[in-house]
């Protein structure tokens, strides 16, 4: 094999006498974990019972076919109305984005502080 035969460095015949050295690892410092203002992923508190009809509002309306899908959900899942009503709000929270998530949970957590039984 001649000197035309070899292709890169090793065509000039030697090594490099200076060769680059790896560079030392460094490991990232590991902080404490911050605390964010965000709360946690439930926006509703569950309530320890099952709660009456004077515990909860009448104040919701809706239209006649929603209130019926509402209903036939329920009563598959041998829920309460609002039992069903609290997972699609808890849902939706959670799709929005973060600034309206944090003024719904911000005026909910208000309301849940007045709250008992809870």
């Known amino acids: 094999m001649t000197a035309n ?3 890169g460095l090793g065509a000039f015949g030697e090594t ?3 060769k680059t050295t790896r560079p030392q690892k460094i490991e990232p410092q590991k902080f404490e974990e911050q605390h964010r203002s965000m709360p946690n992923d439930q ?3 569950k309530p320890k019972r099952r709660l009456t009809a004077k515990d909860t509002p009448k104040s919701v309306q809706a239209q006649l076919d929603t ?3 509402i209903k036939q959900i ?3 899942e041998n ?3 609002y039992e069903v009503l609290n997972e699609i709000v808890e849902s939706y929270v959670q799709n929005m984005p973060n600034q309206s998530k944090k003024l719904v949970i911000d005026s909910v957590r208000a309301v849940q502080q007045n709250m008992r039984d809870f």
């Open 74 to 76: 329920a009563t598959i």
């Open 5 to 7: 035969d070899k292709m």
């Open 16 to 18: 490099r006498k200076n």
């Open 43 to 45: 926006v509703l508190i």
């Open 79 to 81: 829920k309460r109305n």
């Open 67 to 69: 209130h019926m899908a």
